[in-house]
């Protein structure tokens, strides 16, 4: 038995994952009131609505996370290839989520229409690669021919190597040090799935 055949411990994983994102939203809303260290854009005017609004925004991802967990742990995923196909479409969606969240935070903070454009452009280059990632995830789910399955582990595989890299880095603050373990662990998760086994045949992956 692989680690991703045990869906009961992926799905704790996955709890403990959401349990953080939503200590994460609620540690940036009690910042607002104390003075508790956050990384904030220089660009915030109304740091408090900022804080609010992203932390209690940052919450619904949090509850959407622990919903897929749910669905894991009582095992109503069974199919390795389906739940990698939907957790990618999961991760896209509350991340776009996320974006839409902090566009938001951003415009509360009371920031100028300049600034605002221009994290607005920002956002919707991010949005688009989620959008595909979500893409990839509907490909994965419908089973398409192995040599193109194959491209696409390769591009998720070194997505998720750079992805876990990055979380790897040193966190200026302990709202970013819970960030960076969050997406670590989702990276993690990731590539195990992606070098499990019957997954690689599945994708015309060979060891």
């Known amino acids: 038995m692989t680690f991703f055949d045990n869906t009961r411990m992926l799905g704790i994983i996955f709890w403990a994952v959401g349990i953080m994102m939503v200590l994460e939203s609620i540690l940036m809303v009690v910042s607002a009131f104390t003075d508790f260290d956050v990384d904030l854009p220089d660009e915030i005017v109304n740091i408090t609505a900022y804080q609010v609004a992203f932390g209690a925004g940052s919450l619904v991802t949090a509850v959407l996370y622990i919903f897929f967990a749910n669905r894991v742990m009582r095992g109503n995923m069974t199919d390795k290839i389906g739940l990698l196909g939907e957790y990618i479409i999961m991760v896209g969606a509350t991340s776009i989520v996320r974006i839409l969240v902090e566009l938001i935070a951003l415009v509360a ?99």
């Not at 920002?122 to 193109?148: D, K, Q, Y």
């Not at 960076?180 to 992956?205: K, Q, Y």
């Open 109 to 207: 903070g009371e920031l100028t229409i300049e600034e605002v454009i221009v994290y607005i452009l920002m956002f919707s280059v991010m949005a688009v690669f989620f959008i595909a990632m979500m893409a990839v995830g509907r490909t994965v789910l419908r089973g398409r021919e192995a040599r193109g399955k194959g491209v696409l582990w390769v591009v998720l595989f070194i997505a998720f190597v750079v992805m876990a890299a990055y979380n790897l880095t040193e966190a200026e603050t302990e709202l970013v040090f819970i960030s960076h373990i969050n997406h670590l662990l989702i990276a993690i998760f990731m590539l195990l799935a992606l070098l499990d086994p019957e997954v690689m045949s599945r994708m015309g992956v060979r060891r």
